[in-house]
């Protein structure tokens, strides 16, 4: 059976090795020890806290073989986003240039910086053992996350995003 609970103190040589086993460009589980013991106890402090609206709390959850104790993956929440670092992304539009008189048409792609989705709750940090991508754990470690946000409300905000990993190996 798999269970999903908060991540504990005891946790941390598990969750080492879960950082390192999800490689290159999985930025929100850095494989550098000092960043992941700030992560544990960011997220204890976070669960134990009493709040009445979405701050910089960050809750991280481990997922657990009962049979062998064994942590197989790790997903969080970040209650929200941009409030002590900026949260920037990028907005994809499009622009016409256009004159009839000269004959002239032109579609032209704008990228523009934006900070839209300061203070959004953000879902981050989804990663599930190779051994263990099997029986819907993947969707239990994902889903979870809802539950938990429908049951504390109170502690994120009502725009919930998700940054999707792109393609990513040592060259970049």
Partial sequence: M????PIQQCDYPALLKIAHESGHGFTSL?????????????????????????????????LEDSETGEVVGTSAIEAAVGLDDAFYHYHLSKA???SRT???????DILTLCNDYTGATELCTLFLKDG??????GKLLSKARFMFIKQHQERFAETVIAEMRGVSNEQG
Avoid: C, T
Wanted: charged share 25%; hydrophobic share 35%; net charge positive.
């Fill in 132 to 137: 263990y991508r099997k029986n819907n754990n």
């Fill in 30 to 62: 850095p494989n550098n020890e000092e960043l992941l013991q700030k992560k544990i106890d960011h997220s204890i402090s976070s669960f134990a806290k009493s709040a009445s609206h979405p701050g910089d709390e960050g809750y991280l959850f481990v």
């Fill in 96 to 98: 016409i240039h256009s």
């Fill in 2 to 5: 798999m269970i999903l609970r």
């Fill in 102 to 108: 000269l004959n002239v048409y032109k579609a032209v």
